[in-house]
Antibody, heavy 123, light 108 residues
Framework: EVQLLESGGGLVQPGGSLRLSCEAS????????MSWVRQAPGKGLEWVSV????????YYADSVKGRFIISRDNSKNTLYLQMNSLRAEDTAVYYC????????????????WGQGALVTVSA | EIVLTQSPGTLSLSPGERATLSCRAS???????LAWYQQKPGQAPRLLIY???SRATGFPDRFSGSGSGTDFTLTINRLEPEDFAVYYC?????????FGPGTKVEIK
């Protein structure tokens, strides 16, 4: 059974940093690309970032480019999102999601999602 | 960048009725690389439809997807109480692989 478990969320001040983790199980982690998708309170889904399975190619939404870093440790079956220079508008539930192919580009949708981690940016 | 528009924003229907949800793209989505996700309150999204018309595991055949190019539709026949949720479309043809704003299907 595929499971994705996010952790690391919490309250952080504007300008601060936070690192989210997503521990994966039930599939060969290194064979699949992974994404972070966020959802602000009462709002829709916003795709944030994606990383390929092995070569670690990455891509970011313009709203987080230069501030967030996606990475993975295939030996630990874990996906990360390092969030720096956080802003109030980054407040959201952050979901990690498994993609169906190793790559990060066209043709790969999300077949499994974690339960989400809440990040609140406030003074 | 491909922008997705979903309509209506909210659909108020009774159990047993048919729901028709629209997702329109600002540019052609090649290969019908369009997915639909269902999200219930307090839960993560769940894959419902991929490739515009292929149903994901666990969903009954009252759910169907159709369309190509720029116009896509999600149809839910004979709404059941558990179908009332928010539905998002997402294109995975071009980066960024953005989501539509969602359609809420609520009980009338």
């Amino acid at each position: 059974e595929v499971q994705l478990l996010e952790s690391g969320g919490g309250l952080v001040q504007p300008g601060g940093s936070l690192r989210l983790s997503c521990e994966a199980s039930g599939f060969t982690f290194s064979n699949y690309g992974m994404s972070w998708v966020r959802q602000a309170p009462g709002k829709g889904l916003e795709w944030v970032s994606v990383i390929s399975g092995g070569v670690e190619s990455t891509y970011y939404a313009d709203s987080v480019k230069g501030r967030f870093i996606i990475s993975r440790d295939n030996s630990k079956n874990t996906l990360y999102l390092q969030m720096n220079s956080l802003r109030a508008e980054d407040t959201a539930v952050y979901y990690c999601a498994k993609r169906i192919y190793p790559g990060y580009g066209s043709g790969s949708y999300h077949d499994y999602w974690g339960q989400g981690a809440l990040v609140t940016v406030s003074a | 960048e491909i922008v997705l528009t979903q309509s209506p924003g909210t659909l108020s229907l009774s159990p047993g009725e048919r729901a028709t949800l629209s997702c329109r793209a600002s540019q052609t989505i090649g290969n019908s690389y369009l997915a639909w996700y269902q999200q219930k309150p307090g839960q993560a999204p769940r894959l419902l439809i991929y490739g515009a018309s292929s149903r994901a595991t666990g969903f009954p055949d009252r759910f169907s997807g159709s369309g190509s190019g720029t116009d896509f539709t999600l149809t839910i026949n004979r709404l059941e109480p558990e179908d009332f949720a928010v539905y998002y479309c997402q294109q995975y043809y071009a980066s960024p692989q953005a989501f539509g704003p969602g359609t809420k299907v609520e009980i009338k």
